[in-house]
């Protein structure tokens, strides 16, 4: 099955963006960034927070931290497309005039018909795969390009497709489930522990888990120490070592789930980490 994936660095900490070309059906997984971009060629069906949605070149996609989702080639048997990725800070830092004071937004729709907002991206994924083919000393002038560029993207994005605030919160008491597998993802708590946190039995909590989150708690669970494993790897730990913080069997463990979380390996995400 075809599956071709670049990782690029940008100039800022806390931004980087993906290129993929594949006929993969990724599983439900989630990211702990804001992700946008589009669709090149191909189209693509997948799960997201407003349920089954398809999109189609000439759309601008888009997730929000934490919403889980997975991705399947609709009509053609591969797609390709590509994604800026954002912390939530640096969103922040980067709208903070548009969005007012304290929360953080959420993009309402998983499929946007905003032509300018489409060509504002071509116009990022464009500077910013030229900054990544300078060297070091003549990456200034592409950087500001590049900014500029992501500047306009993000408050064009926020300002007309988000809400101020996130919605249909899940009740409490799973949310409490939820911190406890973050606080403790290195270890991994029992479900009987999370049944006990909850005040629910193991099968209540695993069913309103899945309901609330969209996978159980132990895919969740990976899928959090993958998030980790990134972190850790852009701050210039070894493979190895971020494998054994996170809670992973081995390097192996890890770049299985890795690769099936991001669509492309630890590796390649330090390589492209170095350049920042």
């Not at 069906?45 to 889980?68: A, C, D, K, L």
Request: charged share 25%.
């Amino acid at each position: 099955m075809q599956h071709v994936a670049r990782v690029l660095a940008s100039p800022l900490k806390g931004v980087y963006s993906t290129h993929i070309d594949s006929g993969h059906e990724f599983g439900r997984h989630w990211h702990d960034t804001y992700g946008f971009g589009f669709l090149e060629h191909g189209a693509q069906e997948w799960f997201s927070g407003r349920g089954i949605v398809r999109g189609y070149p000439g759309e601008v996609i888009g997730t929000n931290p934490g919403e889980v989702h997975d991705g399947r080639p609709l009509g053609p048997p591969t797609r390709r497309w590509r994604i800026v990725y954002v912390d939530v800070d640096v969103m922040t830092t980067l709208t903070a005039p548009e969005r007012g004071a304290g929360g953080h937004a959420e993009i309402t729709s998983p499929v946007i018909q905003d032509p300018m907002l489409f060509r504002i991206l071509q116009r990022l994924f464009s500077r910013l795969e030229r900054w990544n083919k300078r060297t070091p000393h003549a990456r200034s002038v592409d950087s500001l390009a590049f900014e500029e560029a992501l500047v306009a993207s993000c408050v064009r994005l926020m300002a007309r497709h988000a809400s101020r605030q996130w919605s249909d919160a899940p009740p409490r008491d799973l949310q409490q489930v939820r911190e406890r597998l973050a606080d403790d993802s290195a270890r991994g708590p029992s479900l009987a522990d999370l049944a006990r946190l909850a005040g629910l039995s193991r099968y209540q909590v695993l069913r309103r888990f899945e309901r609330a989150y969209g996978v159980p708690p132990h895919a969740w669970l990976l899928r959090c120490r993958a998030e980790r494993a990134r972190v850790l790897i852009r701050e210039g730990v070894t493979l190895a070592a971020a494998a054994a913080a996170t809670g992973f069997a081995d390097q192996s463990h890890m770049t299985r789930v890795f690769a099936r979380q991001f669509g492309f390996t630890p590796g390649a995400w330090r390589r492209a980490a170095r350049l920042q």
